[in-house]
């Protein structure tokens, strides 16, 4: 299936919400100032881009991953992506959950190992929900870190889930 390419007047109407001035705007799509005032005018960008929540600008996630030569945790920094894409907002998530299991795979206590593991479950319901896993995606996942169900019984075996038993 072919997508159609957005026309100049979407264009245009991305880069207006973005926020650039409009010659820089009517330059960049090849219109003329007068076409992106009509436009603007013709159909209410204005009030749109008002009604647009203020992206923040510092947010950053934090982690206290030790480094182990270190005597003390720093703070790794890294900045958020573009929230307003699905992208950014997996990104965020998967950073989020890749926390969260560190936290689980180590916890510090075992109030610690219930949070974290509540936390998890809670991100990974909020990136299902953000972006659903159908399951011959979840099963290629899997198989990415497991040769045969055997070894995933034998992992999360080792991880506490006492309960499993064999697959047939």
């Known amino acids: 299936m072919t997508r159609k390419s957005p026309s100049k007047r979407e264009q245009a109407k991305a880069l207006y919400m973005k926020g650039l001035p409009d010659t820089e705007i009517a330059k960049k799509v090849g219109c003329h100032r007068n076409t992106l005032k009509r436009w603007r005018d013709e159909y209410g960008w204005d ?12 947010l950053r996630v934090i982690s206290f991953d030790r480094d182990r030569s270190a ?55 909020a990136r299902e929900r953000v972006c659903p896993t159908d399951r011959t995606q979840l099963l290629l996942k899997l198989m990415e870190h497991y040769r045969n169900p055997q070894d995933l019984l034998a992992d999360l075996k080792e991880r506490g889930w006492g309960g499993i038993t064999r697959v047939k």
């Open 47 to 58: 009030k749109i881009r008002d009604s647009l929540p203020e992206e923040p600008e510092s």
């Open 71 to 125: 005597k003390r945790k720093e703070p790794q920094i890294s900045p958020l992506p573009n929230l307003s894409s699905l992208e950014g907002q997996l990104q965020v998530l998967d950073e989020l959950i890749e926390i969260a299991r560190k936290q689980v795979d180590t916890p510090a206590s075992p109030q610690m190992y219930a949070a974290s593991l509540n936390g998890l479950s809670k991100l990974l319901d």
